[in-house]
């Protein structure tokens, strides 16, 4: 199967939420208290750059959010800093939750639905010292900032956690994202801890706020075989980065890393997941790393990422089958200096949306990724996944064609194929 640019009308359900999906360290700037901040400034970081201003998102909110109106968005997924709202234990700030509060208001004054987003990779420096997510208190530490949140911000949908798995395996098994720990052991009680702190969020929500849904934002990719001998070790890295998620998320049972143990507030008790695909990841017992790169040829994308749009429909039907939630597509999009590119990525990537939908899959919306280009962790500023581009020296934001192109379907709630072909060729 390939799924190419559509070249017939392709319609989406009623109500589908559309719009674009952004994290506060990447957006705001001044984030000096977090963990991530002081990651960038350390010696021998592996960042490029440091996020500093970042596109200043903190004070221009509110024109941003005008500006994704106009452009058709419906939704928008944002994020909150854990570190503003409570700069030590158990202090906190209510500027910063005023500020936050503001930040909602405007997205409704803009009919925009918010998706807010409690925790997006990065942590107060006081969580980090303490032992970050490896701690023995990290989610007690998690439950009470959530209900500080549940108490004060008010939202349709909340997302707990992004990519959870990605933390624990770059930050905490590897030494690309803080802690830097770089202990394989740590892996396991990393994600336990991740689990347990959704559940927890999860209680406090449901207390505080019995109307909104909640949900758990994961990083999925189709995880292939190479070859017959990979095939289990292919289904070990599955169940270790996404399938320990969606049993979680089913039974409330956290699996497959010794005992199981039965997590409060996880299963059952969630309204929806989220799905944030870029790309498969192919196991190869006999490559390095046991993941094979791109073979030479095939279209990839600035991080390296190779386009397979057919995986989409994969991760997506797997995530409803195995969690039996309802699916939004929480991050999906591409970094390219080629703005044709991301009109197809687009136009092939909602295909496979659609096509996940008539297989079965309950698919209720999509956010691209990102609303504008930003800060790419430790990639600096280099990568350009926006739909609108920004002026580092002045902050100036100017849609790309791209971003126009969305803005069709956004309206229409559907691909047209001559809209298509006009981008492409323009």
Same mark, same amino acid.
């Given at each position: 199967m390939t799924i190419e640019v559509p070249t017939e009308r392709i319609a989406f359900p009623d109500g589908f939420a559309w719009g674009s999906a952004a994290c506060a360290h990447q957006t705001e700037g001044g984030n000096w208290n977090s963990d991530w901040w002081e990651w960038e400034h350390r010696p021998g970081t592996p960042c490029i750059e440091v996020s500093g201003d970042a596109?200043?998102?903190?004070?221009?909110?509110?024109?941003?959010?005008?500006?994704?109106?106009?452009l058709g968005h419906n939704a928008h997924r944002f994020g909150i800093e854990w570190a503003r709202i409570e700069p030590e234990p158990g202090e906190i700030s209510k500027a910063a939750l005023d500020h936050y509060a503001r930040v909602i208001e405007s997205l409704h004054r803009n009919n925009l639905t918010p998706f807010?987003?409690?925790h997006h990779f990065s942590s107060p420096r006081w969580f980090a010292a303490e032992g970050g997510w490896a701690s023995e208190t990290a989610v007690d530490r998690f439950r009470r900032f959530a209900e500080v949140v549940a108490k004060r911000l008010e939202v349709p949908f909340v997302c707990t956690i992004n990519e959870p798995q990605i933390v624990a395996q770059i930050g905490y098994q590897g030494t690309g994202f803080p802690p830097g720990a770089g202990e394989n052991y740590l892996f396991g009680p990393v994600t336990r801890n991740f689990i347990a702190s959704h559940g927890a969020a999860v209680e406090v929500f449901k207390e505080h706020q019995p109307s909104a849904q909640i949900g758990l934002v994961l990083a999925t990719a189709d995880y292939q075989a190479a070859n017959e001998e990979s095939v289990k070790l292919r289904d070990r890295v599955h169940h270790r980065m996404v399938g320990v998620y969606h049993d979680a998320l089913r039974t409330g049972v956290f699996t497959g890393f010794g005992d199981d143990e039965e997590l409060r507030g996880v299963g059952g008790t969630s309204d929806f997941v989220g799905v944030n695909y870029y790309?498969? *990841?192919?196991?190869?017992?006999?490559e390095r790393g046991n993941a094979q790169m791109p073979k030479p040829g095939a279209e990839t994308t600035q991080m390296g990422y190779e386009v397979v749009p057919e995986c989409f429909v994969t991760v997506l039907k797997l995530a409803h089958e195995k969690t039996g939630l309802p699916v939004y597509v929480?991050?999906?999009?591409?970094?390219?200096?080629?703005?044709?590119?991301?009109?197809?990525?687009?136009?092939r990537?909602?295909?496979a949306v659609r096509q996940a939908i008539d297989e079965g899959a309950d698919v209720r919306g999509y956010m691209y990724w990102c609303p504008m280009d930003n800060f790419e962790w430790t990639f600096g500023f280099s990568r350009t996944f926006g739909l609108i581009a920004v002026d580092r020296t002045t902050f100036e934001r100017t849609p790309k064609p791209s971003a126009s192109y969305f803005a069709e379907i956004c309206r229409a709630n559907a691909i047209d194929p001559?809209? *298509?072909a006009s981008y492409l060729e323009s």
């Open positions: 596109i200043d998102h903190y004070n221009r909110y509110d024109s941003d959010f005008e500006l994704l109106a106009s807010m987003t409690l790309t498969r *990841t192919v196991i190869d017992v006999n929480t991050e999906n999009g591409i970094g390219t200096d080629d703005d044709h590119q991301r009109v197809r990525f687009i136009a990537h909602l295909t001559v809209v *298509t």
